[in-house]
């Protein structure tokens, strides 16, 4: 979309132009672009995964249990569009915070031990491999009212979406009180909806 106010005054609201724009050769160019980034970027993905893991070591959770919080916050707030860093990053404080609180780290073992027992009964794998998003959600259905889950749960909101990196591919431009409010400065100008 383009901008029709380009150099717009600050406090000022932005018009899009909502029409399309697209022409016969930037569409070609386009598709052949989409199938060289269809051809990327499913390897690419695998070694963002693969360097996520690598680079959190869960020291006083251990491995096991930071690979299956950073499935459960996936399986809990699942966007396909984030990488599995975002998530990673959510659910690293848990470490800090079981080494300082044996609470905690009891809480969160004890809750991945028994979600992988309930797993290993259903599915003959751990919680982390269970291989369809349905068969863990209803995993996780079952756990709902335990204060593991809701642990988990509840702090996962701020751990996720109070991620400013994230803001921008969720639309969310951040506060605007401090530009004047959002009544002037485009309130209605997502497009997503």
């Known amino acids: 979309m383009r901008n029709l106010n380009d150099n717009l005054a600050p406090g000022t609201m932005r018009v899009l132009d909502r029409r399309p724009t697209l022409q016969r050769r930037s569409f070609l160019r386009g598709g ?3 199938a060289i980034g269809i051809a990327v970027i499913p390897a690419a993905g695998i070694a963002a995964t693969k360097d996520v893991a690598a680079r959190q070591s869960f020291r006083h959770l251990g491995a096991a249990t930071g690979k299956t ?3 459960m916050a996936r399986d809990l707030y699942p966007h396909d569009k984030l990488a599995d860093g975002f998530y990673l990053e959510a659910v690293a404080p848990y470490d800090a915070a079981a080494a300082k609180d044996k609470g905690v780290k009891s809480l969160l073992g004890e809750g ?3 979600l992988d027992r309930r797993a290993r009964q259903r599915h003959g794998v751990p919680y982390a491999e269970v291989k369809t998003e349905d068969e863990r959600v209803a995993l996780l259905k079952d756990i709902e009212s335990t204060p593991f889950f809701k642990k988990v749960q509840g702090d996962l909101v701020t751990g ?7 803001w921008p591919l969720f639309g969310y431009e951040g506060s605007s009180w401090q530009k004047g409010g959002y009544v002037n400065r485009g309130f209605d100008d997502i497009d997503w909806l």
């Open 160 to 166: 996720l979406y109070n991620n400013k990196k994230l």
């Open 112 to 114: 991945v031990q028994d």
């Open 69 to 71: 919080l950073v499935r």
């Open 32 to 34: 052949g672009l989409g």
